[in-house]
């Protein structure tokens, strides 16, 4: 796969991971939210100043940025991100069938 690809996926996935949207990243990084889109389709080929806008908005070493962890250590992160939005959610819901438990008692 072509470093840029796979540069693009790792963009992605660090913005993904932080619930950033590309516009969220754009501004954090000072560049335009459609160059933010291209890189992570690999149209474009950033500069080292870029990279390193980049790797300040994650907060993290333009070394972290350009390490590219293996497709296991991606799916890892990913089952992550769904548990925690999963804990969320079924907290969530638990509050509104408290909330609604308590209407009924009311009622």
């Known amino acids: 796969m072509p470093i840029l690809v796979k540069f ?5 996935q660090l913005r993904q991971a932080k619930n950033l949207s590309q516009e969220q990243l754009a501004e954090k ?3 335009h939210p459609t ?5 992570e389709r690999a149209e474009i080929n950033p500069s080292i100043v870029t990279l390193e806008k980049i790797a300040q908005a994650f907060n993290m ?3 972290q940025l350009l390490s590219f962890p293996d497709d296991k250590q991606i799916i890892t992160s990913k089952i992550e991100m769904l548990n925690e939005s999963i804990t969320r959610a079924m907290k969530e819901l638990k509050t509104a069938a408290d909330i609604a438990q308590d209407f009924k008692d009311k009622s």
Do not use: M, T, V
């Open 29 to 31: 990084a000072n560049l």
């Open 61 to 63: 070493p333009l070394s």
């Open 8 to 12: 693009g996926q790792r963009i992605r």
């Open 35 to 39: 160059f933010i889109g291209k890189i």
